[in-house]
Structures are given as structure tokens and as C-alpha cells.
């Protein structure tokens, strides 16, 4: 976390940053320094520029991949009754893992890269299936055949009553190759994010890290 010290200066853990207004009365050698420090960045940074792209593409879809394992977590841990409140549960957090799953392959700025091609042969169709389920159910109001809803008409002689009929199919706790699915993404986005860092050294010559702590303690939690 960076911290102001003073007026136009600031430091974090491992370096000190001052203004621009402040580095020009810095010492000659100093600033000289400094500048071909920064032009010997800038020319690795032209280099690497493509893959510096499909870097930040892929580190924009790191939160997307970690909700979706925590969804998943809550999915297959939340005790489950036959009540109102339980089976809505169900339903919010479903509707949470299938539009999340969605994002990952969605076009745009915030696309993750990831695509239906990389996906393991097998699941493929449960993948097909989760796409599906956003497509007709939960981002959509189209017609699936796990929800049906209509209306049943009473007539009595003086009026008409409606009631509600309607009925929700999804599976209790999350279906449980979902778990595969999963798994195979935190790997894959490991392994993009491994292979992007040496390809950038070897285009520059540099050393590219990217800090890596502790998985949360519900990765891989899932009942």
C-alpha cells in the first residue's frame, strides 16, 4: 500500500516515488539515472507489449474465477431443507454460478480469453449446459425446460380467480461435475498466467513475477 510522506512523495514496502516537480531538482546524475532506467523499461514494455496484453486480459478475470469457486463453495455447503427460504437459496446462489460462468467466456473489454476450445473434451458438455442455462434461464427470461410457469383460472359464478402455477428445476447444491469444471479453470488460468510470464522474459531478458500467497481456505472446500 502506498503511503504519502510528505508533500510530493510517497513510498510503499519496496520503493520511494516523488513528482516530477520535485525529480528535476534532483542531481544531475541522478536524474540521468533515472531516465535511462525508465527508457530501458519502456523499450522492454514495447517488446513485450502483446503479451502485456493477454496479461492484463487474464488478470482481469482472476475475481471472476475466484467467485465462482466460492459460489460453488456455498453451493455445496449450505445445508438444504424444504422450505421457501432454502429453496430460494438455492436458486440465488445457482443464478450467481451460471451468470458468473458466463462472464468467463463473454466478449469484450473484460474478456477473460477463455473459450469453449479449451475445454477439456468431456466436459464440454457441461460447459454447453451452464451456457445454456444463462442463455434461456437466468440472464434471459427465454423458455427452459427446468422452469415452467402459467396460470390456472377458477370461475365461480360471480368472478374469476387466478392462482400461479410454476415450477424450478436445478440441482440441490450445485451439479457435481461443476467441481471438475472448476478446477480445470484454476489450473488453466495458473498455467496461461505461467506461460505469459516466461514468454516475457524471454522477450526482454527480464525476470516478470507476479506475487502468489496462500489459496483462501475455501478453494477447493466444496463438501
Known sequence: MMRQVQNNIWED?????????????????????AEARKQQSEDALQIADKDIRGLIKLINAIPTTSSLSYIYHRLRTSKFEATPQALMEQ???????????GRLFA?????????????PRHLRPVHDEIVELRNKRYA???SHDTVSSGINLSFDGNGFRVSMQMSLGFYVGGKNEWKELITFIDAHMHERLTKILRRLKEKTGYEWTFPVGPAPNWVGDYG
Open 107 to 119: 466478449n469484450g473489454d473484460g474478456a477473460s480469453g477463455l473459450s469453449r476450445g479449451a475445454i
Open 91 to 101: 436458486e440465488v446462489l445457482t443464478a450467481a454460478f451460471i451468470v458468473t460462468y
Open 140 to 142: 434471459h427470461n427465454g
Open 13 to 33: 514496502d519496496d520503493f520511494i516515488y516523488i513528482s516530477e516537480e520535485i525529480f528535476k531538482h534532483l542531481p544531475k546524475e541522478y536524474r540521468e539515472a
